[in-house]
T-cell receptor, first 115, second 113 residues
């Protein structure tokens, strides 16, 4: 049982380049989340998904797109990377939002540097 | 906008000491509050989740309490060990709205042997 995995672990991009971060979970969770973590800012929610084929915006969605074509995968895309998107990106999943199902399980993170 | 504050930002204690980490939130309409641990360069690990109807939760040497009226939660760590060294984050979930969690910036704990 791998839990939540993220690919890649580290990436360097040039301004304007695009990339996709992949998150996979093997716990059959309905909910998946993408966060970014920056020094002095804490963890902020970018986008989340309440099930296959559905996505919703979080606190800082601008410059990012997401897709949830399969229940176990949640993709985060940067169409035109900017230095302000240099951060550590975390994916998480949970069974639900209520009734004791809210515990979120986190992946190990992806460090992204945009030059 | 909901704000979650954690004080202190950093804490250093000798091994064996009991300690308390603080988390405060501005909106008392809370659904639940979670405490997480984050080791350097790693993801977050959930420690305890307290529902709004609960006063406290315990797991081993950890005890988390919730006081809705004062907008505070505390994480008590008994008999601290060097292995407890990590950053501890609290996360608030409100009754209203669908955004899952709002995180504090964390308290970085160092337990010195």
């Amino acid at each position: 049982n791998a839990g939540v995995t993220q690919t890649p672990k580290f990436r360097v991009l040039k301004t304007g380049q695009s990339m996709t971060l992949l998150c996979a979970q093997d716990m059959n969770h309905e909910y998946m989340y993408w966060y970014r973590q920056d020094p002095g800012m804490g963890l902020r929610l970018i986008h989340y998904s309440v099930g296959e084929g559905t996505t919703a915006k979080g606190e800082v969605p601008d410059g990012y797109n997401v897709s949830r074509l399969k229940k176990q995968n949640f993709l985060l895309g940067l169409e035109s990377a900017a230095p302000s998107q240099t951060s550590v990106y975390f994916c998480a999943s949970s069974r639900g939002l209520y009734g004791g199902q809210e515990t979120q399980y986190f992946g190990p993170g992806t460090r992204l540097l945009v030059l | 906008k909901q704000e979650v504050t954690q004080i202190p930002a950093a804490l250093s204690v000798p091994e064996g000491e009991n300690l308390v980490l603080n988390c405060s939130f501005t909106d008392s309409a809370i659904y639940n509050l979670q405490w997480f641990r984050q080791d350097p360069g790693k993801g977050l690990t959930s420690l305890l989740l307290i529902q709004s109807s609960q006063r406290e939760q315990t797991s081993g040497r950890l005890n988390a309490s919730l006081d809705k009226s004062s907008g505070r939660s505390t994480l008590y760590i008994a008999a601290s060990q060097p292995g407890d060294s990590a950053t501890y984050l609290c996360a608030y979930r409100g009754v209203s709205g669908s955004t899952p969690l709002v995180f504090g910036k964390g308290t970085r704990l160092s337990v010195i042997a």
